[in-house]
């Protein structure tokens, strides 16, 4: 089982707080595509003797694409992987570029789950975000989007400054309303080298709260579970049946192949980064070579992985795999580490399995990060 990520790495504007690889100029847009197609025919044999069962076009903006520029890469990858009878198959949409004549024949390619990015249902967050649109398309593109695609996720963001709990719970309410059966919701962060940043840096926008973040997180957790929804992971909430395939599998080790800039891959213990430059990506592949640098990860890097993957998720963490795939001495840091967590209630073991309480959910990084083999 294996899974194909293909980053778009355009957008039409640039959102304050992201620091995501994409360029506003789409001038080499076909040629950075060609190339794109090119490097999936190139690390095929990657892929040799597993079945994609899931494909994921993220980005960027993939709703930039036209529908004979995503059938082109579907036909491409069936052309070059195996690919199983039913994959899922998702697509990252801004609501600006999707009125019903184009998610009308989103939904007649094989495209099967739509992820659009919402964010927040009200303008002055979208304004502050310098989101490229409206709060009115949110309501539309979703109004429109749910009578043809029966797997839709909505991004949220929270921690938004002047965005009250009141003005979040109404957020999530027009999410219920909708019937999503899932949702991403991620708190506002400040990254290096954003817009963001720099406004916070020179006092023209205000410093983000932690405490505004919390409460948010705490809202979104009740009001998701009141409304039928599980979290699944950390930032994911899902109604039955509607995890993401691609993500799980991602979040479980699964092999998987990122193409286009800055993409990451994993296959065989071994993680490879594609170049975050458009023009040196493309040259590259002109002359049919790859622009990647790669990383075999060690025992304890995969230990790492597992430990932080497993608290952020309903999987957990088992401690009889501990055992069996890293030996005694890492299952024994483990056990020594993790004792004050369970003294705080932010842990607990739970048939074998050592899991996030509702407490400390929200500090599932840091209490990681706290038990990483070093
Ligand atoms: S649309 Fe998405 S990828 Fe593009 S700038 Fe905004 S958040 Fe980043």
């Known amino acids: 089982m294996a899974g194909i990520y293909i980053h778009i790495p355009f957008c039409k504007q640039a959102c304050h707080y992201c620091d995501f690889h994409f360029s506003t100029s789409l001038k080499y847009k076909r040629e950075v595509l060609k190339a794109m197609h090119k490097e999936l025919q190139l690390r095929a044999e990657e892929l040799k003797g597993e079945i994609v069962e899931t494909i994921y076009f993220g980005g960027g903006t993939p709703s930039l694409l036209s529908i004979s520029e995503i059938e082109s890469f579907l036909a491409c990858i069936s052309k070059n992987f195996k690919v199983s009878k039913h994959p ?62 029966d797997l839709i996720t909505i991004d949220l963001i929270y921690g938004v400054p002047g965005l009250t709990n009141e003005r979040w719970k109404q957020n999530l309410q027009k999410a219920f309303d909708y019937k999503i059966a899932h949702i991403s919701s991620y708190a506002l962060t400040v990254e290096e080298k954003t817009a963001l940043a720099s406004f916070i840096k020179n006092k023209t926008y205000p410093s983000l709260d932690e405490n505004l973040a919390l409460e948010h997180f705490n809202t979104l957790v009740s009001e998701t579970e009141k409304n039928g929804f599980e979290q699944y992971e950390i930032s994911n909430f899902a109604k ?60 304890t890097d995969r230990y790492n992985e597992y430990i932080m993957t497993g608290l952020r998720t309903v999987f957990g963490v088992s401690l ?55």
């Not at 709060?135 to 979703?142: D, G, I, N, P």
């Not at 395939?245 to 990451?264: D, E, F, I, M, R």
């Not at 055992?323 to 580490?337: A, I, P, S, V």
């Open 88 to 149: 899922e198959i998702t697509l990252e949409a801004n609501p600006d570029d999707l009125n019903e004549e184009k998610i009308k024949a989103l939904s007649l390619t094989r495209v099967n789950r739509l992820s659009i990015g919402i964010q927040s249902f009200f303008e002055e967050d979208l304004k502050m975000m310098n989101r490229a649109h409206s709060a009115q398309e949110s309501e539309k593109c979703l109004a429109i989007a749910t009578k043809y695609f």
């Open 320 to 374: 009889e795999n501990v055992k069996n795939r890293f030996g005694e001495k890492y299952f024994e840091y483990l056990q020594e580490g993790v004792a004050v967590f369970l003294r705080e209630e932010t842990v607990v073991v739970e048939e074998g399995i050592l899991k996030t309480t509702q407490k400390g959910k929200f500090l599932a990084d840091g209490i990681a990060a706290e038990l990483f083999y070093v």
């Open 240 to 299: 039955k049946g509607a995890y993401s395939k691609h993500n799980t599998a991602y979040w479980q080790g699964v092999a998987y192949l990122g193409v286009g800039p800055s993409a990451h891959s994993f296959i065989k213990n071994r993680r490879a980064w594609n170049i975050a430059n458009n023009a040196k990506y493309l040259r590259a592949l002109q002359q049919n070579t790859l622009a990647l640098e790669i990383e075999d990860l060690s025992l």
